[in-house]
């Protein structure tokens, strides 16, 4: 037996014992047809099966404009930082050098760590590319210049049977771009664990880009020996922070089509006069909405929540940073920590305001520690849908004024659209930018222009 799988008995006993704890505990369909949740499911160890120099955990992410990183992990140490891509299969008519680094957290020493950056690149084309010159040939598909873009949004992730579901359900239709709001494999100080996530995503994140952020399950921090933590996550999910003029790995911004996409950390300070803070003032004063016309924000820590979990959690930082959101009209904040599905209508400073971002939280992944299943009652006239189930969701930008947004709940053998609602971008709207002279970048929205959700 492979020493790093648990014991199948032990398994077998924890899988019985959560399906009984559910069956008493846990609120069955009612005479309405209230969806009922299914039993948790046990943690997925994916061992490493390949020869020390192959790659493993290979994953991309987008790394500037026209650009992608390539990042892998090789047991080998002598395994060279390079990429070798091209447009056609076995056919490599351009290589790439790139980085490596490795880091060490108590007793545990990671394998070598590579990270290679890729392009120029050509629009919504597939590349084929092999890492290290080992191994097997990779593809991945880069995004288009123009809309329409689909983004698959999945939050608190981890690696249960669970998260295997969700991103069975997330492959099933084609998407661009992967943005996930922050708790990845849930290691929790046990390194192995992220190499097993990776090895778990790697058929997903090798084809499509991954773009995440922090969530407290990556700080990983320890008194006097590691006080900064997130040294994991910075070694092994390195995203285009440089590219974006940011100090910090934890917080960063990218384009991709017609979108600016700003990646906040909710664990890092955010107080105005802080790094982050200054930053994200820079980074959102030099969009221009006549070309990005929607404006999108990822965090961890929600900021408006109705579910018992995590109450309060995300206040500090929404009071320190929401004026600066609303100011430059971003058009829906993402969320996850809390584990459960819940979607607001716009707001700011807790008020309902048709100028402020659509709030989602969507911190149901497949985590390890299973949904948030009490929600405040009576419901805020500001949340509009709320569920405490496993899923993903899906931001389908049609063109600069309209988008679709679905949460799909994983119900086993597919997915179901639990919830939809069509977004109008804020710059189409005649009302919010009537006096946004002073804040940002005048836009004349058309005569046809119409205000939505």
Same mark, same amino acid.
């Given at each position: 037996?492979?020493?790093?799988? $648990?014991?199948?008995?032990?398994?077998?006993?924890?899988?019985?014992?959560?399906?009984?704890?559910?069956?008493?505990?846990?609120?069955?369909?009612?005479?309405?047809?209230?969806?009922?949740?299914?039993?948790?499911?046990?943690?997925?160890?994916? $061992?490493?099966?390949?020869?020390?120099?192959?790659?493993?955990?290979?994953?991309?992410?987008?790394?500037?404009?026209? #650009?992608?990183?390539?990042?892998?992990?090789?047991?080998?140490?002598?395994?060279?930082?390079?990429?070798?891509?091209?447009?056609?299969?076995?056919? %490599?008519?351009?290589?790439?050098?790139?980085? #490596?680094?490795?880091?060490?957290?108590? !007793?545990?020493?990671?394998?070598?760590?590579?990270?290679?950056?890729?392009?120029?690149?050509?629009?919504?084309?597939? %590349?084929?590319?092999?890492?290290?010159?080992?191994?097997?040939?990779?593809? =991945?598909?880069?995004?288009?210049?123009?809309?329409?873009?689909?983004?698959?949004?999945?939050?608190?992730?981890?690696?249960?049977?669970?998260?295997?579901?969700?991103?069975?359900?997330?492959?099933?239709?084609?998407?661009?771009?992967?943005?996930?709001?922050?708790?990845?494999?849930?290691?929790?100080?046990?390194?192995?664990?992220?190499?097993?996530?990776?090895?778990?995503?790697?058929?997903?994140?090798?084809?499509? $880009?991954?773009?995440?952020?922090?969530?407290?399950?990556?700080?990983?921090?320890?008194?006097?020996?590691?006080?900064?933590? !997130?040294?994991?996550?910075?070694?092994?999910?390195?995203?285009?922070?440089?590219?974006?003029?940011?100090?910090?790995?934890?917080?960063?911004?990218?384009?991709?089509?017609?979108?600016?996409?700003?990646?906040?950390?909710?664990?890092?300070?955010?107080?105005?006069?802080?790094?982050?803070?200054?930053?994200?003032?820079?980074?959102?004063?030099?969009?221009?909405?006549?070309?990005?016309?929607?404006?999108?924000?990822?965090? #961890?820590?929600?900021?408006?929540?109705?579910?018992?979990?995590?109450?309060?959690?995300?206040?500090?930082?929404?009071?320190?940073?929401?004026?600066?959101? =609303?100011?430059?009209?971003?058009?829906?904040?993402?969320?996850?920590?809390?584990?459960? %599905?819940?979607? !607001?209508?716009?707001? !700011?400073?807790?008020?309902?305001?048709?100028?402020?971002?659509?709030?989602?939280?969507?911190?149901?992944?497949?985590?390890?520690?299973?949904?948030?299943?009490?929600?405040?009652?009576?419901?805020?006239?500001?949340?509009?849908?709320?569920?405490?189930?496993?899923?993903?969701?899906?931001?389908?930008?049609?063109?600069?004024? #309209?988008?679709?947004?679905?949460?799909?709940?994983?119900?086993?053998?597919?997915?179901?659209?639990?919830?939809?609602?069509?977004?109008?971008?804020?710059?189409?709207?005649?009302?919010?930018?009537?006096?946004?002279?002073?804040?940002?970048?005048?836009?004349?929205?058309?005569?046809?222009?119409?205000?939505?959700?």
């Amino acid at each position: 037996m492979d020493p790093k799988l $648990p014991a199948r008995p032990l398994l077998s006993h924890l899988f019985f014992v959560s399906i009984l704890l559910l069956t008493i505990f846990h609120p069955r369909a009612d005479s309405q047809g209230e969806y009922c949740r299914h039993p948790a499911r046990p943690i997925v160890i994916t $061992p490493h099966n390949r020869s020390d120099s192959e790659p493993q955990q290979v994953h991309i992410s987008l790394a500037g404009r026209d #650009h992608i990183r390539v990042s892998w992990i090789t047991e080998d140490k002598k395994v060279q930082s390079v990429v070798e891509y091209g447009t056609a299969p076995g056919k %490599y008519d351009a290589v790439a050098t790139g980085k #490596h680094t490795s880091y060490q957290y108590f !007793f545990y020493r990671s394998s070598k760590i590579h990270h290679v950056r890729l392009g120029p690149l050509k629009p919504e084309t597939t %590349y084929y590319y092999r890492c290290g010159g080992h191994g097997s040939e990779f593809s =991945f598909k880069t995004p288009p210049s123009t809309f329409p873009i689909e983004f698959a949004v999945v939050g608190d992730l981890g690696q249960t049977e669970w998260t295997k579901s969700t991103l069975e359900h997330v492959a099933a239709t084609d998407y661009d771009v992967f943005l996930l709001p922050g708790d990845l494999s849930y290691a929790d100080s046990q390194q192995p664990l992220w190499d097993s996530f990776g090895r778990l995503v790697e058929p997903y994140a090798d084809g499509r $880009p991954w773009m995440t952020t922090e969530g407290n399950h990556e700080e990983e921090s320890f008194p006097i020996i590691y006080p900064h933590g !997130f040294t994991a996550y910075n070694s092994r999910w390195v995203m285009p922070y440089e590219e974006s003029g940011s100090p910090s790995n934890l917080y960063y911004s990218f384009d991709v089509a017609g979108a600016h996409v700003v990646m906040l950390a909710s664990y890092a300070e955010f107080e105005p006069g802080s790094p982050q803070y200054k930053w994200l003032e820079a980074d959102l004063a030099r969009v221009d909405r006549r070309i990005t016309p929607w404006l999108v924000a990822l965090l #961890h820590a929600p900021w408006y929540n109705t579910n018992l979990a995590h109450q309060g959690e995300g206040e500090s930082m929404r009071v320190a940073m929401e004026e600066l959101l =609303f100011k430059a009209r971003v058009d829906v904040v993402f969320a996850g920590h809390v584990h459960a %599905y819940e979607r !607001f209508t716009r707001i !700011f400073d807790d008020e309902g305001n048709a100028c402020g971002p659509v709030y989602v939280t969507i911190g149901d992944g497949g985590n390890r520690e299973g949904l948030a299943l009490s929600f405040k009652s009576p419901s805020s006239p500001l949340s509009l849908f709320r569920e405490p189930s496993f899923g993903h969701g899906r931001l389908r930008i049609f063109n600069g004024t #309209h988008a679709h947004w679905t949460w799909h709940r994983n119900d086993d053998s597919q997915s179901t659209v639990a919830d939809e609602v069509w977004l109008g971008s804020l710059v189409s709207s005649r009302n919010c930018m009537r006096d946004w002279g002073d804040d940002g970048l005048q836009v004349q929205p058309s005569a046809s222009s119409k205000d939505e959700l």
